[in-house]
């Protein structure tokens, strides 16, 4: 008998599968995500297309890539309700504060907590130099990059909007894209 109560002890103090940490290092995991963001920033924006999503699905997580899914559909169905008469729900880019994306980053000290890691980063945009004009000031912002983890790898769950730009994103990645889902038809 004591010895069924001691298996039964550890066994729920033992961590559960779900709460396994993560391999790798979450700020390799953001860079990684960063790598594939990068070339893709200033061809399109809003929700990505099918091919961009492809890309960009080994470094996000289940839920984010159900996500955008889900967000992508309900953008086709308002499309097809409305015959193309209004703009998409969302424009501009998606995975930063700024409209036009960012053009460089920098991941900061991740600071993990069981399974979630949240990563700062320093971002910028420099716009392309017009011919006989001289170079606009970059624009700096930090956002903050949630990835999820365990067991196995870390992927990009979220991106917490930390600009405070007059016109740029706010909130949450996660929340615009429920949002988006919410209103569509």
Known sequence: MKRAVAILLLAMTAPCAAQAPATGDPAAAANAFYAIYGPLVGKGGGIPDTAARLRFAPVLSPRL????ADAAAAQRRLTAKVKNAVP????GDVFSSLFEGATAWKVGACQITGTTAHCPVQLSHAAPVAAGRAPA???NWRDTLVLTGGPGPWKVDDVI???GF???NTGRLSSMLAMVVATSP
């Not at 890539?65 to 955008?68: A, G, R, T, W």
């Not at 998409?88 to 424009?91: D, G, N, R």
């Open 65 to 68: 890539n159900k996500q955008f």
């Open 88 to 91: 998409p729900m969302l424009e």
């Open 137 to 139: 000031k970059p624009a």
């Open 161 to 163: 909007y930390d600009a």
């Open 166 to 168: 007059a016109f740029g």
